[in-house]
């Protein structure tokens, strides 16, 4: 039971919070859980990894992710909003650690500064300094990595090929 004389904006985000059972994993930042008799599609929310296509590093995001978050195990979702696709926009913990942070942390995906209301700013900042600076992950990509909003942006352009390169000389996008 919430008690009467908390603040609203408490009250919201405590209706938000809720366990699930990882039931697959789709890529680096999104999965499919199962609360109770309903299936949710969950987008990580304030991070973005690299897209399965931009090869290695998509199918290593996805394999953390596996790892943070395997099949079968019991997570929580801190549900911040949906997307335009219907999926659940939320922060994961597992054992109590936050898993979109551990993503950041271990360099397998980047914040997603267009989209970091909500979450915990200079955390994040923090964690992707540090893996940067340790050139952890999508950071010890030699000639640096398309960062995953650009990477989708330009397979939207007319003429652009599926089969574009996923890595390159310099580095596009925010380096925040």
């Given amino acids: 039971m ?6 609203l904006a408490t009250v919201a985000l405590l209706a938000q919070t809720r366990t699930a059972t990882v039931i697959s ?9 199962r609360e109770g ?16 296509s931009q090869a290695p ?3 290593n995001a996805r394999t953390q992710l596996q790892t943070l978050a395997p099949v079968g195990s019991t997570i929580e979702l801190r549900i911040k909003a949906t997307d335009r696709y219907g ?14 942070q551990a993503l950041v942390a271990s360099g397998a995906a980047f914040v ?3 989209y970091i209301q909500g979450c915990d700013r200079q955390t994040y900042s923090r964690l992707e300094k ?20 650009d990477f989708r942006s330009n397979q939207k352009k007319p003429g652009a090929s599926s089969s574009a390169p996923s890595r390159r000389r310099g ?5 925040r």
Avoid at 44 to 51: G, T, V
Avoid at 171 to 175: E, L, W, Y
């Fill in 2 to 7: 919430i008690p009467l004389f908390l603040p």
């Fill in 57 to 59: 590093d998509g199918a």
């Fill in 130 to 149: 540090e893996a940067r600076l340790k050139r952890m992950g999508i950071w010890g990509v030699s000639g640096g990595l398309t960062r995953p909003w």
């Fill in 25 to 33: 994993i789709g890529d680096g930042d999104t999965l499919r859980v």
């Fill in 112 to 114: 997603y500064w267009q």
């Fill in 171 to 175: 580095v596009k996008g925010s380096a």
């Fill in 37 to 52: 008799s309903r299936t949710l599609n969950v987008r990580l929310a304030c991070i973005d990894a690299p897209e399965t």
């Fill in 87 to 100: 999926r659940s926009v939320a922060e994961l913990s597992r054992g109590g650690r936050n898993l979109n």
